[in-house]
């Protein structure tokens, strides 16, 4: 199926306002959208691209079709307070962002790469600390509720040297959201496969934080993570489709810049995907809860064509 812009807004709109289930994308700023979900001529300055027009321009395209975004800036430092209004300010109500922790509160040790400086190898002393995650994230965001969704804890793969036990991990983690506030939506993405058991799960589903069921290069396919954690046993569904099994970031951006088309077709995903939109949509009640959805450019080549295709498989 062509990605068209107006046949997919109603679907969207009808999903989050019908079912409380929010689909959207992992980021929006990407040129090679242009044609499909973005109009070029607005960010032409004498018949040349403006990329800077561009960026700052295109949330609003974007919201002007999906309902939710998830924003991975925020993983790579804490956000300001006016980065957070600029963002806001572009959407319209009933839009939802979902944003990524700062890695300074999810990484345990620093890797030890020129990105760190003089903290490579080092001990992060901010892991998992909530005060530190309340007063430089969360308090950004508090004048803004209505328009979040979910709060990703995204944890890059813990070695030997971070966990002997991933039991450990859990209780760390048990601690953490002991202290947080409860009202706002948690969830948490791990890379560490071994980690998903009985305990896991326990673990968040006691303080109401969801699973991310994440396609990712070493994670195990997300049917098989909801055959290990039915999608019923959850409080609200999160789901992050990023990475066919076994290929990395790296050969994705090599092979599939600039997102401007399917690349290669990823099956098992979008069964899982079909499953859990089917779910979400076939309950008989509302639920309290919104769940949320996100498909990254790197799972197939364009991520508005692989939601296109599976909405049309779904719904049409």
Known sequence: MLFRRENLRPLL???ADDHQ???GTSSWKYQGWCGMLYDEERYLWNKTFSKASFERGCLEEYAACFRTVCVDATYYRFPKADYIEGLMNQVPDGFKFSFKVPDEITIKNFPKVKTFG???GEVNESF???LTLQYLFLRHLEPFREKVGTLIFEFSHFTKEDYTHGQDFIAELDQLFSQLPKDWQYSVEVRNP???HAEYFATLKRHGVAHIYNQWTHMPPVNEQIGVHPLEQNDFVAARYLLKPHHTREWAEAKMQPYSRIYEIDP???ESLTRMINYLTSRK???EKPSFIY???QLEGNALHTLADVLEGVMG
Do not use: H, Q
Request: hydrophobic share 40%; aromatic share 8%.
């Open 13 to 15: 709109a009808g999903l």
């Open 21 to 23: 289930v929010y689909l």
């Open 118 to 120: 003089d903290r490579a």
């Open 128 to 130: 998992l600390n909530p």
């Open 194 to 196: 071994n980690f998903l």
């Open 268 to 270: 098992n995903s979008r």
């Open 285 to 287: 009640e509302r639920a």
């Open 295 to 297: 498909i990254g450019n």
